[in-house]
């Protein structure tokens, strides 16, 4: 059978409009399916064991000692952790409010330069 649709040529699987026609005529759609697809298949390709090829070239990594690449010594910095929150969208900043002359848009009352 072939498909003027191409999906079958191509991927050796019945597309939908060939497995209607193969329903109308009584007919099964496994029967055309490629062995690839069919688990038997892929059993028969996984049955045999796969016994790795020994690398005679590439040294024991036991047999380094102490002078094997170790990773680096690392610690963890003293104190608080810094973390910072992260907003939800759309969430703005407050705007800050100085505690001197109580205007908005700075918060540092020792430079605050504004009379009172």
């Known amino acids: 059978m072939e498909c003027s649709y191409g999906w079958w040529q191509f991927r050796c ?3 939908s409009h060939a497995v209607q026609v193969m329903q109308k005529a009584n007919r099964l759609p496994y029967h055309y399916i490629e062995d690839y697809w069919k688990t038997s298949f ?7 064991a796969i016994i790795p090829v020994p690398d005679r070239d ?3 990594p036991n ?7 170790q990773p680096p010594i690392t610690r963890k910095p ?8 992260i907003r939800s969208f759309g969430e ?3 705007p800050m409010q100085c505690q001197r002359c109580h205007q908005l848009g700075h918060h540092n009352s020792r430079l605050c330069i504004a009379a009172i």
């Open 42 to 48: 892929y059993r028969n390709a996984h049955d045999q």
């Open 78 to 85: 003293p104190g608080r952790p810094k973390t910072r929150r």
């Open 13 to 15: 699987f019945p597309c």
């Open 58 to 60: 590439k040294p024991n």
């Open 63 to 69: 047999s380094f000692g102490d002078s094997a690449l």
């Open 92 to 94: 703005e900043a407050r």
